[in-house]
């Protein structure tokens, strides 16, 4: 059964920093591509990073607006995917969902929510003003 656990998600209070972590299930998610995702209440889903391997690479990818303050990242030996958020602000605040791809092979950036057929359930994350 395909996996998905996302974990981390606190209320913080703007400039703080918070460590989200999604577990997955299958090993090959990694090679596939993976992404983070987020979706505040009344807005439509959003990416906020992907990651794929490519060829011997990593491949990153972030949203405009996250550029420079967080950072994806996988642990291979954990089956892991992590989303370290810096510098939080209240426009941060949303439902956070780790996402898994079926298939490689090209996406672009591999931004779009149609990019990805596996969701995880999300964990929140919170930022005061």
């Keep these: 059964q395909v996996q998905l656990v996302e974990s981390g998600g606190d209320s913080v209070q ?15 998610f990694r090679r596939n591509g993976m992404a983070w995702f987020r979706q505040a ?3 439509e889903r ?13 491949a990153i990818n972030y949203a405009d607006s996250v550029k420079d ?5 996988h642990d291979k030996a954990k089956n892991a995917m992590y989303l370290q958020m810096n510098s939080l602000s209240p426009e941060d605040a949303a439902m956070y ?8 092979g090209g996406c672009g950036r591999c931004l779009s929510v149609y990019d990805y057929r596996y969701w995880g359930q999300g964990t929140q ?3 005061s003003s």
């Design 125 to 127: 994350v919170t930022v």
């Design 97 to 104: 969902y780790c996402a898994a791809r079926s298939l490689g």
């Design 46 to 58: 959003e990416a906020v990073a992907s990651i794929s391997i490519v060829v011997w690479d990593v």
């Design 69 to 73: 303050r967080f950072t994806i990242s």
């Design 41 to 43: 209440p009344g807005k």
């Design 14 to 28: 703007a400039g703080g920093s918070l460590r989200l972590t999604c577990e997955f299930s299958d090993y090959t």
